[in-house]
């Protein structure tokens, strides 16, 4: 896959296409900006403030909103593209937007924007996506593709492959969290397993991750943050806001630009490249490792073997599978070892359920062998 890097030229980030494999991004991807352009001042003033910092690399407006409820504010429209691209302009920052239909797209190519993204709930639906992806075919522009609303990664995935179908190579994802009915503290479940699985499937799609919309409040976000540079996520979006409080949508996430630079200077930067000191050190880690999975998976082999011969016990003896007493204590006496050993309880927990699922698949294996048998005279 064609791919694009980021580097930083005269201190600010220049996109240039690239044949290159593996990518080489240097320094997380840094967008920030409103979460909507309310009016020019507000665009303009955001824009200045955060142009005093070289590492904000996208500067980001909502233009058209797509809100849950109608009646709530869905964006100014295509007048404030204008707003977007002037204060582009002004700061010395190239813009970016969310495009959600083909009118959109054909507004923005006019006005200039550098980068366009889709949201996330136009990632949901094929037909809109086509659509983005078929009005930009022959274009050469960046397109960062947010996940679907929903947890369906083939869904994400069917996305970027629209736009690789049409010649668009300079992709980007965007993590920004999932709808779900148990979010937790969050705004949008984070879900990581689902963009590590992307990630591992498509190593050479740079993803950035919206810790704004994860959230959903900004005292979260910088954890939100140093968690996707800690996943190795190649950048981040923040929304930011002169006067937060009083945003027109999104007020509880946003921070002012000042607050924003404060935060993206704590993150802990981490790199995947591993060095030659540090090299020695960490596959001496990783032999440990390797040793004691290989003990565990052993120990797990062990264990089956006595599970079926408890198995075949309790059918000579026309005992149930499920002996709730025991099962009582085990899940008791584990959990305080692992409590006492300052493991986390619910990782102990999800093992010793996963373990006891197999062993009731395995006796119930034997209970039933020759059974097919017995059906068939029956
Ligand atoms: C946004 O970034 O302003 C936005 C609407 O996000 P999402 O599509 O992730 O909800
Ligand atoms: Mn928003």
Not at 12 to 24: F, K, Y
Not at 59 to 67: A, N, V
Not at 271 to 295: C, K, M, P, W, Y
Request: charged share 25%; aromatic share 6%.
């Amino acid at each position: 896959m064609l791919i694009f890097v980021i580097t930083y030229k005269e201190q600010r980030m220049d996109i240039a296409p690239l044949a290159s494999w593996p990518i080489q991004i240097d320094h997380p991807i840094i967008i920030a900006g409103p979460c909507s352009a309310e009016t020019p001042e507000q665009v303009m003033q955001t824009a200045l403030e955060l142009g005093k910092s070289t590492k904000v690399n996208l500067f980001r407006s909502g233009i058209w909103k797509p809100r849950t409820r109608p009646g709530s504010f869905q964006g100014i429209g295509e007048p404030a593209l204008e707003w977007l691209v002037e204060a582009g302009k002004a700061s010395g920052i190239p813009t970016t937007t969310e495009v959600a239909n083909a009118q959109h797209v054909e507004a923005c190519l006019k006005a200039g924007v550098d980068v366009l993204w889709i949201g996330a709930r136009t990632t949901v639906n094929p037909f809109s996506v086509q659509e983005i992806a078929d009005a930009l075919k022959g274009v050469d522009i960046p397109v960062i593709i947010k996940n679907p609303i929903n947890p369906d990664l083939q869904l994400w995935i069917g996305a970027v492959e629209r736009f690789l179908n049409n010649g668009l190579n300079k992709l980007m994802v965007m993590h920004r969290g999932f709808s779900s009915p148990n979010p937790g503290i969050y705004r949008n479940a984070p879900m990581w397993e689902i963009p590590i699985e992307l990630k591992a499937l498509h190593p050479d799609l740079p993803i950035i991750c919206d810790p704004s919309h994860i959230t959903g409040k900004r005292e979260l976000l910088l954890d939100v943050a140093q968690k996707a540079m800690d996943l190795g996520m190649h950048g981040l979006m923040i929304e930011t806001h002169p006067t937060p409080e009083k945003a027109w949508s999104d007020a509880r996430q946003q921070v002012t630009p000042e607050r924003f630079v404060e935060l993206v200077d704590h993150l802990q930067l981490r790199t995947e490249n591993v060095d030659q000191t540090s090299s020695a050190h960490l596959s001496g880690l990783r032999a440990r490792i390797d040793d004691i999975d290989t003990h565990i998976i052993q120990l797990l082999k062990d264990r089956m073997e006595l599970i079926t011969e408890i198995g075949e016990y309790k059918k000579d003896h026309g005992l149930t599978i499920l002996q709730l007493e025991r099962w009582k204590e085990i899940l008791e006496t584990r959990s305080a070892l692992a409590k006492k050993l300052g493991l986390q309880e619910d990782f102990v927990r999800r093992y010793l359920e996963t373990v006891h699922k197999a062993s009731i698949k395995e006796q119930s294996r034997i209970m039933n062998e020759g059974q097919e048998d017995q059906v068939m005279w029956s």
